[in-house]
């Protein structure tokens, strides 16, 4: 199972003593062969594009996808639905699969007395939410595969996640039971249930913003900071997520405040993701995250989100530290995403899964025969860097590789160059990438989803900001091309695109994400139409998905038991903090105070979230930054104003917005400024601006003395 981290929610839910689920007797009808093969069973999922949902195809248990027909059939037949929700690169729902959905006498059960209904989380996230919600009310805690049991009005009466089929067939026997022996007790208990994801799903609306105080900022990092882990970074726990919304929050935190230990907790937190296994140091890329309190054994997952937040992480942690490992980092995950998970027509890919041959991180790991067969005289060195010991065996004589120290320090202890030990590594992994990629591969999930790349348009917007090498910034605008060619049809954003899939209308999530990477793309390329593209999304943002609370809805319908507030971080930043955070920098951009108080509005909402709960809020954390402390808009104005960007890009400038123009605008930034004769930077707080200067170092100095 997947672990993951739930804000405390203020609700009263009386505790459910039936334990699992149940059925009788249905088999699914043979529906013929597909592409020469001959299936034993086939159910409806067939007419699937989603992976995961192809999974299941051919299971004996009648699956069909998430529909209101199916709802429909369940309030007909007077059925209970059985909801399981997961997807393709998930370990433990390919293991439910295996022991539980593909057995025959499970089967009949769930096929005679449920309508079995399969949903791919990436494909519908909202439904993820909604139930994930009611797992959390139920039981305190969540992770996939996620199955829930509903009434046919698909409010949840039991939610679990990995069950072995002995405990499986107990549930639906008992739940099944309860349904059909005190239908008044069910519904009671699922109404109660629903009703506490409506109030979960509650923001209530400010009128003031009194709240927005360095003090509240200030708290929510000192009650974060007892659940550090200053030996081995991150968070303390038995499990270790890269969550890289709070690393970069933390260190702009850790910046504009002076907070050392902050600073120094980021970069060991750094430090050890880059030398953990959780980081592929032969291939790159980062897996899903770490099982273990030390970064060493990762769950062999690749996610395009995790990748793409990475490159974002490690650029801007650069320009801070100048470490060249966080650059290698980099570097060597970009060439992972186009080498293993770039779609041919210039999209990425959701996922890679973890297993293959049946075997999770087959496909990664290396036993010592191996590694000596193929490195020959270099693999005691090599068996030096990566902890290639005795003690440091996983399982079944397999080994992660990681690291124990910086090539520095390892470099001086075995008496060599930094230069040398460069060649000594680039070898290596030249010659086992060989090896590797002989293997048979995991499979990957081929959606192309409309969120995820827009964080990786971010991330190569911030690797080519970092590095100043043009092919990233081309690598972003290919991305954004793909999407608006692709993901957005009619005049609104799919979720997700494949070839043939049947395409669903993008959520909250899409928009916010891909109006954020419209303005990363402005503020590198200078090109209104980037602006444009943004503030048009941001139009159909207000009229899809408003809410009375000043925040925005999950989706643009309400087809759900609930409706879904997104307010808090977790693998991916809030979609409503990002949506905030747009609003704040086109209010700057385009001195359009309405969005700002906008933003002001939903920000001042979640200050006790941000205060009792700032691991979760750390997006929302970052924005509140930006109004209690000195906030600068610096405008770029000339023909050579890409040059002046390029060199203030090479110094991190937490809370300050940089924009620029090679042509005359009318802007408000950049109104009645641009002059033939030179090219001029204009810092400026709340309108107010200082003299132009002609040198990125004198604009860094009017910014640290304003």
């Not at 949903?119 to 439904?127: G, K, M, Q």
């Not at 998905?545 to 409706?563: E, H, V």
């Not at 509005?601 to 691991?615: D, H, K, Q, V």
Request: charged share 25%; with cysteine; hydrophobic share 40%.
């Amino acid at each position: 199972m997947h672990p993951i981290r739930f804000r405390s929610r203020k609700l009263l839910v009386l505790s459910f003593l039936v334990v699992l689920m149940s059925c009788q007797e249905k088999d699914v009808k043979q529906k013929g062969e597909k592409q020469g093969v001959r299936h034993q069973y086939t159910n409806a999922l067939a007419e699937e594009t989603s992976p995961y949902l192809l999974q299941h195809a051919h299971n004996p248990v009648d699956w069909r996808p998430w529909s209101e027909a199916a709802l429909q059939e369940a309030e007909k037949e007077n059925k209970l639905v059985l909801v399981s929700i997961g997807y393709s690169s998930c370990h433990w729902c390919h293991v439910m699969e295996e022991e539980t959905f593909e057995d025959e006498e499970v089967a009949k059960i769930m096929n005679q007395n449920f309508i079995n209904i399969k949903v791919d989380r990436e494909e519908r996230p909202d439904i993820d939410q909604v139930y994930m919600t009611a797992l959390q009310l139920m039981n305190g805690t969540g992770g996939w595969p996620l199955n829930v049991i509903t009434l046919p009005n698909g409010k949840p009466l039991y939610g679990g996640t990995y069950h072995t089929k002995d405990q499986w067939t107990q549930v639906l026997t008992k739940i099944n039971e309860l349904y059909h022996n005190d239908p008044a007790k069910a519904a009671e208990y699922s109404d109660m249930v629903a009703e506490g994801i409506a109030q979960a799903n509650l923001v209530q609306p400010t009128s003031g913003f009194e709240t927005l105080t360095t003090e509240v900022l200030r708290k929510s990092v000192a009650n974060w900071r007892s659940f550090w882990d200053f030996e081995q970074g991150g968070d303390r726990g038995p499990q270790k997520f890269m969550l890289p919304s709070n690393l970069d929050f933390l260190l702009d935190y850790a910046i504009l405040s002076d907070d050392d230990a902050a600073k120094a907790h980021v970069k060991n937190t750094l430090d050890k993701i880059v030398n953990g296994g959780i980081y592929d140091h032969i291939g790159g890329g980062l897996y899903r995250y770490s099982t273990d309190a030390q970064w060493k054994v990762p769950h062999f997952e690749k996610m395009l989100y995790d990748n793409a937040q990475a490159i974002s992480l490690f650029s801007e942690a650069y320009a801070v530290f100048k470490e060249p490992a966080y650059k290698e980092l980099v570097l060597e995950t970009i060439a992972f995403l186009e080498r293993e998970m770039k779609d041919k027509d210039g999209g990425y890919q959701a996922a890679i899964d973890a297993d293959s041959e049946g075997e999770e991180g087959k496909f990664y790991l290396w036993d010592d025969a191996e590694l000596k067969s193929v490195l020959g005289a270099t693999y005691e060195l090599f068996a030096a860097y990566y902890t290639i010991r005795p003690d440091t065996v996983w399982e079944d004589g397999n080994f992660v590789l990681h690291r124990s120290t910086s090539d520095k320090a390892f470099a001086r202890e075995h008496d060599l160059s930094i230069e040398a030990l460069g060649e000594a590594k680039k070898e290596w992994k030249k010659k086992l990438l060989e090896v590797r990629n002989k293997r048979v591969r995991p499979n990957s999930d081929d959606k192309i989803i409309t969120s995820w790349n827009a964080l990786l348009i971010n991330a190569f917007v911030d690797a080519y900001k970092a590095f100043g090498q043009p092919e990233h910034l081309e690598k972003a605008k290919n991305v954004f091309t793909f999407l608006k060619k692709n993901n957005y049809k009619d005049g609104a954003l799919v979720h997700s695109y494949k070839e043939g899939s049947k395409m669903r209308e993008g959520f909250l999530e899409d928009y916010a994400f891909l109006i954020d990477a419209s303005l990363q793309l402005y503020t590198a390329v200078y090109d209104r139409s980037y602006l444009d593209f943004a503030e048009l999304l941001t139009q159909e943002v207000m009229e899809k998905f408003g809410d009375p609370s000043g925040m925005f809805r999950y989706n643009s319908d309400d087809d759900l038991i609930a409706k879904i507030i997104k307010t808090d971080d977790g693998v991916l930043p809030s979609p409503n903090a990002v949506m905030a955070h747009n609003l704040f920098r086109l209010g700057h951009i385009l001195y359009d105070t309405d969005m700002v108080d906008a933003s002001k509005g939903m920000l001042a909402s979640m200050t006790e979230s941000i205060t009792e709960g700032a691991p979760s809020y750390a997006r929302w954390a970052k924005l509140l930054m930006h109004h209690t402390a000195p906030f600068y808009e610096v405008a770029v104005v000339g023909r050579d104003a890409g040059e002046l960007v390029a060199q203030l890009n090479k110094t991190h400038l937490p809370n300050t917005l940089v924009v620029a123009t090679t042509v005359e605008s009318e802007l408000p930034l950049f109104k009645g400024r641009y002059a033939e004769e030179g090219t001029y930077i204009f810092v400026c707080q709340d309108t107010s601006c200082k003299l132009p200067v002609d040198t990125a170092e004198k604009a860094i100095g009017q910014i640290r003395n304003f």
